[in-house]
């Protein structure tokens, strides 16, 4: 079993900053993929940005060069800097990790609960 934890979510105005983090622990061989997806009312969930193990990024076209993802992989954890938040980010961010854990190491595929993000004066 691995447990992430979600942090950072919250309100702030347009042109604000949140940094997002998630944490992942538990029975955890290897990870391989961390990332962030975001889902709006009405919407469907889409990825934000993630991190494979090698240090590739990859980013939605809407948040390139504003948003910035990243990984402490000792800690096992991903970060998420959004600067410069327009109305449009206003989403329930949730934290995905993807791996291998256990005795078996079985491949897992781990969402967090979500945190909300919300952009607005």
């Known amino acids: 079993q691995v447990q992430l934890v979600e942090s950072g979510g919250g309100l702030v105005q347009p042109g604000g900053s949140l940094r997002l983090s998630c944490a992942a622990s538990?029975?955890?061989?290897?990870?391989?993929?961390m990332g962030w997806y975001r889902q709006a009312p009405g919407k469907q969930r889409e990825l934000v940005a993630s991190?494979?193990?090698?240090?590739?990024?990859n980013y939605t076209d809407s948040v390139k060069g504003r948003f910035t993802i990243s990984r402490d992989n000792a800690k096992n954890t991903v970060l998420l800097q959004m600067n410069s938040l327009n109305p449009a980010a206003t989403a329930v961010y949730y934290c995905?990790?993807?791996?291998?854990?256990?005795?078996?190491?079985?491949?897992?595929?781990?969402w967090g609960l979500g945190t909300q993000v919300t952009v607005s004066s």
């Open positions: 538990g029975s955890i061989f290897s990870v391989y993929a």
């Open positions: 995905n990790v993807q791996g291998r854990e256990g005795s078996y190491h079985s491949v897992f595929n781990y």
């Open positions: 991190i494979i193990s090698g240090g590739t990024t």
